[in-house]
T-cell receptor
Framework: DQQVKQNSPSLSVQEGRISILNCDYT??????FLWYKKYPAEGPTFLIS?????DKNEDGRFTVFLNKSAKHLSLHIVPSQPGDSAVYFC??????????????FGTGTRLTIIP | EAQVTQNPRYLITVTGKKLTVTCSQN?????MSWYRQDPGLGLRQIYY???????DKGDVPEGYKVSRKEKRNFPLILESPSPNQTSLYFC??????????????FGSGTRLTVV
C-alpha cells in the first residue's frame, strides 16, 4: 500500500520558469512532510520540510505547500535552474506516541530543466 | 563537515556470506535509519533507531539486523545475504522533530550485489 504517491514520473520545465512537483498521501496522521533531491550515485539531499500544522514553508527558491483537506503537498522551485535537474522525492513522517519515527518515501519525479 | 559516512560504497558478495555495512554520523543526531532503493519502488525503510540501544523495524526488515551501541554508529548486518538483497542502500540520520531545520541527512549509498 503506497501511502505517499508521486503520480508524475517525470517533468520538464524551461529554465527560469516555475517547477511544481506534486505529492499525494493517504494517511491523515502524518506529522511532517519533506522534500529531497537526488542525483545518480549520491544520497538524497534534504531540501525543505513542513509540519502538518502549517500550510506553507519557504526557503530561498523552494516553497512547500500543504493542503491537508486534499492530502496533497507540492514543491515550487522558482526560478528553475539547470542544476535543479534531478529526481525529487517527497516523504512523510509518522511519529508514534512513544516518539518512534517512520519515514515513508514517494517513488520520485524526475525533473529536467531545459536551458 | 557535517556528514553521514557509509562504507563500503560498492560490495559484491556471495549468497550466505555474512556482511556488515557501516554507517557513522558526526552531527550528534539521535535518529538513524537504513533504506534500500530499488527500481520502481523508491526508498523503503529497513530499520530505524531512536537512540542508543533503541531500534525498531521499518517496512522491509526481513533478512537484516542492526545495532546501535553508540550514538554515532548504526551498522547494517546481513547474516546470510541472498540475491534479492541486491540493492542500493542508504543510511540517514536526523535531529528530533522541531529541532532546527528538521530533515534527514543521507549518506552517499552502498551498492550491494549478492551473487
Amino acid at each position: 500500500d503506497q501511502q505517499v504517491k508521486q503520480n508524475s514520473p517525470s517533468l520538464s520545465v524551461q529554465e527560469g520558469r516555475i517547477s511544481i512537483l506534486n505529492c499525494d498521501y493517504t494517511n491523515s496522521m502524518f506529522d511532517y512532510f519533506l522534500w529531497y533531491k537526488k542525483y545518480p550515485a549520491e544520497g538524497p539531499t534534504f531540501l525543505i520540510s513542513i509540519s502538518s500544522i502549517k500550510d506553507k514553508n519557504e526557503d530561498g527558491r523552494f516553497t512547500v505547500f500543504l493542503n491537508k483537506s486534499a492530502k496533497h503537498l507540492s514543491l515550487h522551485i522558482v526560478p528553475s535552474q539547470p542544476g535543479d535537474s534531478a529526481v525529487y522525492f517527497c516523504a512523510a513522517i509518522l511519529i508514534s506516541n512513544f516518539g518512534n519515527e517512520k519515514l515513508t518515501f514517494g517513488t520520485g519525479t524526475r525533473l529536467t530543466i531545459i536551458p | 563537515e557535517a556528514q553521514v559516512t557509509q562504507n563500503p560504497r560498492y560490495l559484491i558478495t556471495v549468497t550466505g556470506k555474512k556482511l556488515t555495512v557501516t554507517c557513522s554520523q558526526n552531527m550528534n543526531h539521535e535518529y538513524m535509519s537504513w533504506y534500500r532503493q530499488d527500481p520502481g519502488l523508491g526508498l523503503r525503510q529497513i530499520y530505524y533507531s531512536m537512540n542508543v540501544e533503541v531500534t525498531d523495524k521499518g517496512d522491509v526488515p526481513e533478512g537484516y539486523k542492526v545495532s546501535r551501541k553508540e550514538k554515532r554508529n548504526f551498522p547494517l548486518i546481513l547474516e546470510s545475504p541472498s540475491p534479492n538483497q541486491t540493492s542500493l542502500y542508504f543510511c540517514a540520520s536526523s535531529l528530533r522533530p522541531g529541532q532546527g531545520n528538521y530533515g534527514y541527512t543521507f549518506g552517499s549509498g552502498t551498492r550491494l550485489t549478492v551473487v
